[in-house]
């Protein structure tokens, strides 16, 4: 069965690179092998060929041993592999600057590595980390990795093959109206008075991929409406707040397609919940589209919660 190494490379902060590395233990052989040059295929792939604007766009590299024997990987961890990105006029995409920052600072650690026979070594790499890919259009994406051949002071190259992913106009993620749904539960439908009421908002991410929500799981977007049985507002509970403004462009959480966010609401906080009877409670929430500062409105299911003595 063919087993494999992954490597991940997680995603660059504002100026570094954070790097997680999973290798499996090293075997014995037999000691016998061949030159690096005739050891090795790589290969490159992603999920899919189209992608957003600012979306991670991953490339999975194979590297094989096509032989029967064991073969030496060097390794320079976190850049396994060079990577060549051209734009659809054949240009050069200019490298991130924390690209060239990590080129400029060299490999955190060289290894050589011993690959089985007919064994794969894999890494996931977000290209657009490295390569300013601000520019809707086609991409073309190719990896390659140097070999030093023993007692020869020659560079051997083995490149991949040329893939092609195209950048659309559009902005991951999705902020779209049509996004998401929002439902209301209370934790408990009986309290007694004086007893926590809890109610659940649930942002539900309706569509078939990811879609952006303001940072801080969007507390402070919130408000709702708490009506006695008689229709009534409940009085609130005057707070000194001080004014928080998001700014829909600044910072957003991403929910990934078909996926909730829950935020649970502590009523008596900001509602005088001062007598028995029936209270009816609808969540509204601010969603800011994406990478814009408008927003839209999202309203609740209306939820009822019992106060008995």
Known sequence: MR????????????????????LQAQQTFSGKTKPVADCFALS??????????KEPIEVAAILRNVTDLACKIP?????VFSMTVKDQNGRDVPRTKAFQDALKAGPEKKIDYPIPARLDFETGEIINNYFSMETPGVYSVTFSKDFYQPGTGRIAKITSNTIKVKVSDLVYPR???DCFTLFARPEKETVKLGEPIRVI????????????????????????TVKNES????????????????GGSSSYSVIPAQKSEENI????????FDA?????????????????TNSYQLTSNTVKVKVIQ
Not at 3 to 22: E, H, K, N, Q
Not at 47 to 52: A, H, S
């Open 75 to 79: 390794l320079e961890i976190p850049l």
């Open 231 to 246: 229709g009534a507002d409940v009085p609130k509970i005057e707070r000194k707040q001080n004014p928080v403004n998001f």
């Open 175 to 177: 902020s779209t109206p």
């Open 201 to 224: 908002g649930i942002l539900q991410n309706r569509v078939d991929e990811p879609c952006a929500a303001p940072w801080m799981s969007g507390r402070n977007d919130y408000s709702m």
């Open 276 to 292: 028995p009877g029936e209270y009816s409670i609808t969540l509204v929430r601010k969603v800011y589209l994406y990478p814009t």
């Open 265 to 272: 609401f502590l009523l008596n906080e900001n509602f005088k």
């Open 44 to 53: 490159i792939k992603t999920e899919k060929d189209t992608f957003r604007l």
């Open 3 to 22: 087993r494999r190494w992954f490597v991940l490379i997680m995603t660059l902060t504002a100026s570094l690179f954070a790097t997680g590395v999973r």
